[in-house]
């Protein structure tokens, strides 16, 4: 059974830049779920994708936004990146019904200058 | 507004001991309740959850509690071990959601 996986696992980009993070699902899961940790911190929800949609979203502005595929891969896009952008973003999958777990990616570092 | 708290940054244990780890929470709505490890470099790993119809459950050396009334739980860890050594998380969400909302997470050093 393939874990979740995401690349790349560090990036570094200046402010006002653009960046997109992609995230493989754990086979036999449906959802995914993005998440960025800042340091210090607990893992704060961005947004969940089911069936190619989004499917809840935290407090994120629009410039946060994501996509899934039909193979249940995701990206999350970042727009006019900021300094409080950097971060660990970590990628989450799960089977959507039921109590069922998510399961984590070990990130991607992001790092603004 | 936070609304899970893990209020230990930090816990050391001596190997063989008991580590408990405590979590509150003020959202009535969540009825989902996981444990997370993480070590560095690495995502956080599931380790175990409880729904809010049962008020303990168990997996080997780990143990989570429930309180509802107190709106707390805790994770037990019996028998301690230097590879538990790591950052735990709680996380909660209304399985309506499936929104997860995490602690600050606690580091758990156990001492050999």
């Known amino acids: 059974e393939t874990g979740v996986t995401q690349s790349p696992t560090h990036l570094i980009k200046t402010r006002g830049q653009q960046v997109t993070l992609r995230c493989s699902s754990q086979?036999?899961?449906?959802?995914v779920s993005w998440y960025q940790q800042a340091l210090g911190q607990g893992p704060q929800f961005i947004f969940q994708?089911?069936?190619?949609?989004?499917?809840g979203r935290g407090n994120f502005p629009p410039r946060f936004s994501g996509l899934q595929f039909p193979n249940y891969s995701s990206e999350l896009n970042v727009n006019a990146l900021e300094l409080d952008d950097s971060a660990l973003y970590l990628c989450?999958?799960?089977?959507?019904?039921?109590?069922?777990?998510?399961?984590f990616g070990d990130g991607t570092r992001l790092s603004i200058l | 507004d936070q609304q899970v708290k893990q209020n230990s940054p930090s816990l050391s244990v001596q190997e063989g001991r008991i580590s408990i780890l405590n979590c509150d929470y003020t959202?009535?709505?969540?009825?989902?309740f996981l444990w997370y490890k993480k070590y560095p470099a690495e995502g956080p790993t599931f380790l175990i959850s409880?729904?809010?119809?049962?008020d303990k459950n168990e997996d080997g050396r780990f143990t989570v509690f429930l309180n509802k009334s107190a709106k707390h739980l805790s994770l037990h860890i019996v028998p301690s071990q230097p590879g538990d050594s790591a950052v735990y998380f709680c996380?909660?969400?209304?399985?309506?959601?499936?929104?997860?909302?995490f602690g600050t997470g606690t580091r758990l050093k156990v001492l050999a």
């Open positions: 989450a999958s799960s089977y959507l019904g039921g109590n069922q777990p998510q399961h």
């Open positions: 994708y089911y069936r190619e949609e989004e499917n």
């Open positions: 959202n009535s709505m969540f009825d989902y």
């Open positions: 086979s036999g899961h449906n959802t």
């Open positions: 996380a909660a969400t209304d399985s309506g959601t499936y929104k997860y909302i």
């Open positions: 409880i729904s809010s119809i049962k």
